[in-house]
């Protein structure tokens, strides 16, 4: 199935400014479903959650759609997906709640490809626990995250892996799955960053063995929602610090404070917008989760094909350099251009009506790794499900400039 772009992008009202959106990898923008569908739940009246009237039902209705449709999103279990902000503050709290199970001698492994919210939760409550940190390595020719050092990194008393599901920066994808596979042998829990990934790929969470799976809606065309999928019976057995008289059910337990009810609303229609995006997600006949897959596939093969007309125009250029060629990759391009600093090439595409990000986007230790941090690290630009060749062309052409 094939995606049909301009109908996909005449979704998007933002698009129609002219601007070549390639920033998506920091955040999509919203389908106008999704403005719709946060707007009709601010007009139809929202109460606080637990309540006995009809405002309040609606609150609570509309967070268990929320985490319905993020559970056919990645294959989890509705009554484990745990609501907040973003994944940073979600993962502090996920970090602070399974530390005060660690003691000294115990061990974390973190890998140098993850953006730091999926690195410096970990380190930080390591740190307070007397647990030592272990450090992945990231291979500075190719960008991979070769799982086989893995099998020297987790031992005994391994109690957590932090791995992402794709690199924010580089695209890179690590074989998840061999790595949580590593972990679970000798009894420790995953914690995988979807952030990145969830919006280029179908996802299952079972498949990737993440026992934790992160992501935040505002990167797949939804409003800024953070989620934490996992299993039920695994939140059951962990304590964070929570008020007296909140919930202290599951996921609620871990959701601190009063949610921003119609922007789940949006997350729900963000992810029935993803449903819908291939041609074959218009039959009622399947459930949302078997429409998200197939539209998650064809999102997939779109991005990946235009990927391929970015990395080549890139190349094609003697002044630009690429960083990262793992064997699986998201689109996302990460490149300097010789005689210019990352910001100056912002600026100029910036003058050219496209949008890219420069800096290390918060992958600080990869930029560390490669090599490039001190200098001002590189130019990201991103692929999602609504950008098209027109302007993959404009942005070679506008890097030919310079
Ligand atoms: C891979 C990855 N992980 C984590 C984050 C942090 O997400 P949030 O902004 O929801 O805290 C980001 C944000 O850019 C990201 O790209």
Same mark, same amino acid.
């Given at each position: %199935?094939?995606?049909?772009?301009?109908?996909?992008?005449?979704?998007?009202?933002?698009? /129609?400014?002219?601007?070549?959106?390639?920033?998506?990898?920091?955040?999509?923008?919203? $389908?106008?479903?999704?403005?719709?569908?946060?707007?009709?739940?601010? !007009?139809?009246?929202?109460?606080?959650?637990?309540?006995?009237?009809?405002?309040?039902?609606?609150?609570?209705?509309?967070?268990?759609?929320?985490?319905?449709?993020?559970?056919?999103?990645?294959?989890?279990?509705?009554?484990?997906?745990?609501?907040?902000?973003?994944?940073?503050?979600?993962?502090?709290?996920?970090?602070?709640?399974?530390?005060?199970?660690?003691?000294?001698?115990?061990?974390?492994?973190?890998?140098?490809?993850?953006?730091?919210?999926?690195?410096?939760?970990?380190?930080?409550? /390591?740190?307070?626990?007397?647990?030592?940190?272990?450090?992945?390595?990231?291979?500075?020719?190719?960008?991979?995250?070769?799982?086989?050092?893995?099998?020297?990194?987790?031992?005994?008393?391994?109690?957590?892996?932090?791995?992402?599901?794709?690199?924010?920066?580089?695209?890179?994808?690590?074989?998840?799955?061999?790595?949580?596979? %590593?972990?679970?042998?000798?009894? !420790?829990?995953?914690? #995988?960053?979807?952030?990145?990934?969830?919006?280029?790929?179908?996802?299952?969470?079972?498949?990737?063995?993440?026992?934790?799976?992160?992501?935040?809606?505002?990167?797949?065309?939804? $409003?800024?929602?953070?989620? #934490?999928?996992?299993?039920?019976?695994?939140?059951?057995?962990?304590?964070?610090?929570?008020?007296?008289?909140?919930?202290?059910?599951?996921?609620?337990?871990?959701?601190?404070?009063?949610?921003?009810?119609?922007?789940?609303?949006?997350?729900?229609?963000?992810?029935?917008?993803?449903?819908?995006?291939?041609?074959?997600?218009?039959?009622? /006949?399947?459930?949302?989760?078997?429409?998200?897959?197939?539209?998650?596939?064809?999102?997939?093969?779109?991005?990946?094909?235009?990927?391929?007309?970015?990395?080549?125009?890139?190349?094609?250029?003697?002044?630009?350099?690429?960083?990262?060629?793992?064997?699986?990759?998201?689109?996302?391009?990460?490149?300097?251009?010789?005689?210019?600093?990352?910001?100056?090439?912002?600026?100029?595409?910036?003058?050219?009506?496209?949008?890219?990000?420069?800096?290390?986007?918060?992958?600080?230790?990869?930029?560390?790794?490669?090599?490039?941090?001190?200098?001002?690290?590189? #130019?990201?630009?991103?692929?999602?499900?609504?950008?098209?060749?027109?302007?993959?062309?404009?942005?070679?052409?506008?890097?030919?400039?310079?």
């Amino acid at each position: %199935m094939k995606l049909n772009v301009e109908a996909v992008r005449a979704c998007y009202p933002a698009l /129609a400014d002219g601007y070549a959106y390639l920033d998506g990898a920091a955040g999509t923008q919203v $389908p106008t479903v999704v403005i719709e569908a946060i707007s009709a739940a601010q !007009a139809a009246g929202l109460g606080n959650s637990g309540g006995v009237f009809p405002a309040s039902h609606r609150a609570d209705s509309i967070t268990a759609d929320c985490r319905a449709a993020i559970a056919a999103l990645t294959g989890g279990d509705a009554d484990g997906i745990v609501l907040g902000p973003n994944m940073t503050t979600l993962t502090y709290r996920m970090a602070g709640a399974l530390a005060s199970t660690w003691a000294p001698g115990d061990e974390v492994v973190v890998s140098r490809l993850d953006h730091d919210a999926n690195i410096r939760p970990w380190v930080q409550a /390591a740190e307070r626990a007397g647990a030592t940190v272990r450090w992945a390595e990231v291979d500075f020719e190719t960008g991979e995250l070769p799982a086989a050092q893995y099998g020297e990194l987790i031992g005994d008393r391994t109690r957590l892996v932090a791995v992402t599901a794709a690199s924010n920066l580089i695209g890179t994808r690590p074989d998840v799955a061999a790595i949580t596979a %590593m972990a679970h042998s000798v009894g !420790a829990l995953s914690y #995988v960053d979807g952030v990145h990934a969830t919006p280029h790929q179908p996802v299952d969470v079972a498949a990737l063995g993440a026992d934790f799976y992160a992501t935040s809606a505002y990167k797949w065309s939804g $409003p800024h929602i953070g989620a #934490v999928v996992a299993e039920p019976a695994l939140l059951d057995t962990l304590h964070p610090d929570k008020l007296v008289p909140s919930p202290d059910a599951v996921p609620e337990r871990f959701e601190l404070g009063t949610p921003s009810f119609a922007s789940l609303a949006g997350v729900t229609a963000a992810v029935h917008h993803l449903a819908s995006l291939s041609e074959a997600g218009g039959s009622d /006949a399947v459930t949302l989760r078997e429409r998200v897959l197939s539209s998650m596939a064809a999102v997939e093969r779109h991005e990946q094909e235009l990927f391929g007309v970015l990395l080549a125009g890139l190349d094609s250029l003697n002044h630009v350099r690429t960083y990262g060629r793992a064997v699986s990759r998201t689109a996302t391009a990460y490149f300097t251009v010789a005689g210019r600093t990352p910001r100056q090439v912002a600026e100029h595409l910036a003058t050219r009506k496209i949008n890219v990000w420069h800096g290390d986007n918060y992958a600080w230790e990869l930029t560390g790794a490669l090599g490039i941090r001190d200098s001002g690290s590189a #130019v990201r630009a991103g692929l999602v499900h609504y950008n098209d060749s027109t302007e993959v062309e404009r942005l070679i052409a506008a890097i030919a400039e310079l």
